[in-house]
């Protein structure tokens, strides 16, 4: 007996699983289905490290550390806690992005070749204000000193006396 997703629509945030029973006979000496899967242990999600960021950016969640010790992987799916999952695909490694600040609780499960699925994993994803930078210091402009000048004079403005304490200044913008 093993374990299959029931294909239907479904406003669940977990899959949704029923037990089936299946019998194959083998002719020959060609291996079947039930040959490979007869003693099959359950693959092990692993959600990978808890996660920071800010809403509205994207988070990266890695369940690459997941596996399957009898077989291979072959599906994940991520429920992210905010009322939005993935379904079964491919991909181990994603990127979700959350709409506000919070703590949300991530769970991945893990699908191998014989269609057993694992028993969920979580990492805890905590959300910050939107553009938020952790603790990140505003950054101090300068356009030195005052100036003045005749009508059709030029004037060289320079913003090289302003300073960022905790990283560096990406770019200026100038409103006259």
């Given at each position: 007996m093993f374990l299959r997703q029931v294909s239907r629509h479904?406003?669940?945030l977990a899959p949704v699983f029923s037990a089936i029973t299946m019998t194959l006979l083998a002719i020959g000496p060609r291996l079947t289905f039930a040959d490979v899967c007869a003693n099959n242990v359950?693959?092990?999600a692993n959600a990978g490290a808890d996660k920071q960021g800010a809403s509205g950016a994207p988070i990266t969640l890695d369940g690459s550390a997941s596996y399957d010790s009898d077989g291979e992987l072959t599906a994940f799916w991520w429920n992210f806690g905010d009322g939005q999952y993935t379904g079964w695909q491919a991909n181990a490694v994603i990127e979700h992005t959350y709409a506000a600040p919070g703590t949300?609780?991530?769970r991945l499960w893990?699908?191998?070749n014989c269609e057993v699925?694992?028993?969920s994993d979580q990492a805890r994803v905590t959300v910050t204000g939107e553009n938020s930078c952790n603790g990140n210091q505003v950054p101090i402009a300068s356009a030195g000193d005052d100036r003045s000048a005749d009508v059709n004079e030029s004037i060289?403005?320079?913003a090289s006396g302003s300073s960022d304490s905790d990283g560096s200044i990406t770019s200026h913008a100038w409103s006259f």
């Open positions: 479904s406003p669940c359950a693959p092990v949300y609780m991530a893990a699908k191998d699925f694992s028993l060289t403005f320079s």
